[in-house]
C-alpha cells in the first residue's frame, strides 16, 4: 500500500516563503508530482520530480529525497492568490500500472 | 480547448436512486480515473483504466461500478445512492509516459439525501 502524509494547515505572510512538506512510503515509486487547487476549482499541475534534487520552476521548487521518502514545495514571494490545498500525489505501483495516490492536502492560506 | 469535460455539474439524488457521471477527454489519453473529494480527506480514486475496454478498482470501489467503451469516454456509476456518496467527482485523464501529468475535469458535486 501507499502512506502519504502532509500537514493539514499552514499560514504564511504576503512576500513570505513557505514550505509544504510531503512524506512517502509506496512500493514501486514512479515519481511524486504536487498539485494546486484553489476552492471550488479542478487541481492543476505545478511540478514533477522523479530523481532526486531541487526542482525549479518560477516562484515555485519542488526537491525530492527518495531514500528519504520525502519531499518539499517551496513557495517564495508568497501572493494573496497562492492561497489554496496543495497535493501532494505519489506514482506508484498498481496492478503493473502506475498510478498517482494522492495525500489529503495542504491548505495554505496567506494573509496580507 | 475542452480537455476533460464532466456531466452533470451537480446532482441531488434520493438514497436509492441510480445515476451515471460521464467524463469525455478530447487528448486522445489512454489513462482515465475518477476519484471522490471529500472535506479532510483529500483525492481518493474510485477506479481507473489504462486503456479502451479496461477498468480496475482503486482504493474506493464499492458502491460504484465504470465503464471504457469509447477510448473517450469514463462512465461513473451508482447503482443505488447512498448518504456516503455524497462528494465531489473528478474525473481525470493522462498520458502513459513517465512523468505524465494529470488533467482534471472541473468536477461534479453528488448529493445524496
Known amino acids: 500500500g501507499q502512506n502519504i502524509d502532509q500537514p493539514t494547515e499552514m499560514t504564511a505572510t504576503e512576500g513570505a516563503i513557505v514550505q509544504i512538506n510531503c512524506t512517502y512510503q509506496t512500493s514501486g515509486f514512479n515519481g511524486l508530482f504536487w498539485y494546486q487547487q484553489h476552492a471550488g476549482e479542478a487541481p492543476t499541475f505545478l511540478s514533477y520530480?522523479?530523481?532526486?534534487g531541487l526542482e525549479e520552476k518560477g516562484r515555485f521548487s519542488s526537491f525530492l529525497s527518495r531514500s528519504k521518502g520525502y519531499s518539499y514545495l517551496l513557495l517564495k514571494e508568497l501572493q494573496m492568490k497562492d492561497s489554496a490545498s496543495y497535493l501532494c500525489a505519489v506514482t506508484g505501483a498498481r496492478g503493473g500500472s502506475y498510478i498517482p495516490t494522492f495525500g489529503r492536502g495542504t491548505s495554505l492560506i496567506v494573509h496580507p | 480547448n475542452a480537455g476533460v469535460t464532466q456531466t452533470p455539474k451537480f446532482r441531488v439524488l434520493k438514497t436509492g436512486q441510480s445515476m451515471t457521471l460521464l467524463c469525455a477527454q478530447d487528448m486522445n489519453h489512454e489513462y482515465m480515473y475518477w476519484y471522490r473529494q471529500d472535506p479532510g480527506m483529500g483525492l481518493r480514486l474510485i477506479h481507473y483504466?489504462?486503456?479502451?475496454?479496461?477498468?480496475a478498482k482503486g482504493e474506493v470501489p464499492d458502491g460504484y461500478n465504470v465503464s471504457r467503451l469509447k477510448k473517450q469516454n469514463f462512465l461513473l456509476g451508482l447503482e443505488s445512492a447512498a448518504p456516503s456518496q455524497t462528494s465531489v467527482y473528478f474525473c481525470?485523464?493522462?498520458?502513459?509516459?513517465?512523468?505524465?501529468?494529470?488533467?482534471f475535469g472541473e468536477g461534479s458535486r453528488l448529493t445524496v439525501l
Open positions: 483504466s489504462v486503456g479502451e475496454g479496461t477498468t
Open positions: 481525470a485523464s493522462s498520458g502513459t509516459l513517465p512523468g505524465r501529468e494529470l488533467f
Open positions: 520530480n522523479v530523481l532526486d
